[in-house]
């Protein structure tokens, strides 16, 4: 029955969503925890083009996953940010079945020694697939745990030869206002993109991503394939990604365009820099009812704290 829903290209909630995603929520929840383990499909099946490419996923111990409870599967696909479908927060749960990801690429470009241009096929097939479960805390102060699918991003950037003069990262989502309405839309720079440092990009937390709880990306999360940047500010995560571009200056970011003062370069989750009209102090994790501490860099300071030792963070916010 899971797997059904994204062999077919037919949205969840047309089939019976209420008991579906009902079900789905109490197996996630735990009641029939075991249980639920065992329906999980073992592996990724990549089927967007009707054609399906097994991927296994190493689901073994990684020092880098939270051991937080996780967010339930119906909140990860139902509360979403992605304004090219709209910006209400059920808008891309209820809109992305429009996005069309059968034959998927990425261009990879810019200063690199071997551009190439990947389909979803080689990015599968570019290093083993990996569940990581990483806190997603977005600006807005809410988070999420999410059982994430993927591989490191520098596997990718490796494999195109970055020059000496590659600092910057950018990443271009797709533009195309027929399938994604939101971008008729002003409300940002179209396409969306987003950059990061070199270094940033290369850490070993920066995910190439591919799916979640096991599955295939639902489309309202970035389907066929995004970024994941766990220390971050979620808008960093840019989704439905069609260009990496490599940069020797600081590429522009769409949420720095549309209000530089509120949404900066950096965007590292600080929980004593304040977005101008509100604390970053505390977040509401979705699910739960009491607030709680915002971690500095979301709880990933072993990893990144390193990368911004020469760096005043609250001018690079
Ligand atoms: N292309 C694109 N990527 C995007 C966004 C968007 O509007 N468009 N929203 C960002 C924001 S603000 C957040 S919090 C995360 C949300 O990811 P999720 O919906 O998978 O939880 O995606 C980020 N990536
Ligand atoms: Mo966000």
Same mark, same amino acid.
């Given at each position: 029955m899971r797997n059904n829903i994204f062999k077919s290209n037919i949205h969840p909630s047309e089939i019976t969503s209420k008991t579906l995603f009902e079900s789905r929520r109490r197996w996630m929840q735990g009641s029939v925890a075991s249980l639920a383990a065992l329906a999980l499909p073992q592996n990724i099946a990549? $089927?967007?083009?009707? !054609?399906q490419f097994p991927v296994p996923i190493d689901r073994g111990k990684n020092k880098f996953s939270s051991d937080e409870e996780q967010t339930s599967y119906s909140d990860v696909t139902r509360y979403n940010n992605f304004y090219e479908f709209g910006m209400g927060k059920e808008d891309p749960f209820e809109q992305a079945h429009r996005l069309k990801t059968d034959g998927w690429k990425i261009q990879v470009v810019g200063e690199v020694g071997r551009p190439k241009t990947f389909d979803m096929d080689d990015i599968l097939k570019l290093a083993p697939i990996e569940e990581r479960i990483y806190r997603l805390r977005c600006v807005e102060a809410w988070s999420m745990v999410i059982p994430w699918v993927g591989f490191p991003l520098s596997k990718l950037l490796n494999e195109v030869q970055p020059t000496g003069n590659a600092r910057f990262v950018e990443f271009v989502s797709l533009y195309d206002t027929e399938q994604m309405p939101g971008q008729k839309s002003p409300v940002l720079d179209w396409p969306y993109t987003e950059g990061l440092r070199i270094d940033e990009a290369m850490n070993p937390l920066t995910l190439l991503t591919v799916g979640l709880y096991g599955e295939i990306l639902p489309n309202q999360n970035g389907a066929p394939v995004r970024i994941i940047v766990?220390?971050?500010?979620?808008?960093?995560? $840019?989704?439905?990604? !069609?260009t990496i571009r490599l940069t020797e200056k600081q590429p522009n970011s769409s949420w720095n365009l549309a209000n530089p003062s509120e949404y900066g370069f950096y965007s590292n989750v600080n929980p004593n820099v304040s977005h101008p009209r509100w604390s970053q102090r505390r977040e509401r994790r979705i699910g739960e009812f009491l607030k709680r501490d915002t971690l500095m860099f979301n709880g990933y300071s072993e990893w990144v704290a390193d990368l911004y030792r020469d760096l005043d963070l609250t001018e690079y916010f």
């Open positions: 990549h $089927a967007r083009d009707g !054609v766990p220390w971050k500010y979620g808008f960093k995560s $840019a989704k439905s990604i !069609v």
